[in-house]
């Protein structure tokens, strides 16, 4: 498959990320969460913005532009997506 993604890799992927920050929840000050919420929207602001510039839908593009991972930036997109954002 090239450099397809494996779907059940990327699930297993993301119900193991899932569960560390449930249990990362467990144990964090809440002023950490709240910067972190804080963050992530601040991130998901600037991807809207750099797609409304007219830029282009491609994880590579927007990790580079954010200096975040491709795998970041393509959940970023996904979940703007999903909430309708994008």
Request: overall charge negative.
């Given at each position: 498959?090239?450099?397809?993604?494996?779907?059940?890799?990327?699930?297993?992927?993301?119900?193991?990320?899932?569960s560390r920050a449930e249990q990362l929840k467990a144990v964090a000050d809440p002023e950490l969460l709240v910067l972190f919420e804080d963050w992530l929207e601040e991130l998901e602001g600037e991807v809207?913005?750099?797609?409304?510039?007219?830029?282009?839908?491609?994880?590579?593009?927007?990790?580079?532009?954010?200096?975040?991972s491709r795998a970041a930036a393509a959940y970023l997109l996904a979940k703007l997506k999903r909430d309708g954002r994008l």
């Amino acid at each position: 498959m090239g450099e397809g993604v494996d779907p059940t890799q990327m699930c297993r992927s993301l119900v193991d990320k899932v569960s560390r920050a449930e249990q990362l929840k467990a144990v964090a000050d809440p002023e950490l969460l709240v910067l972190f919420e804080d963050w992530l929207e601040e991130l998901e602001g600037e991807v809207v913005s750099f797609v409304k510039e007219g830029h282009s839908l491609e994880s590579a593009d927007l990790a580079e532009k954010l200096g975040i991972s491709r795998a970041a930036a393509a959940y970023l997109l996904a979940k703007l997506k999903r909430d309708g954002r994008l």
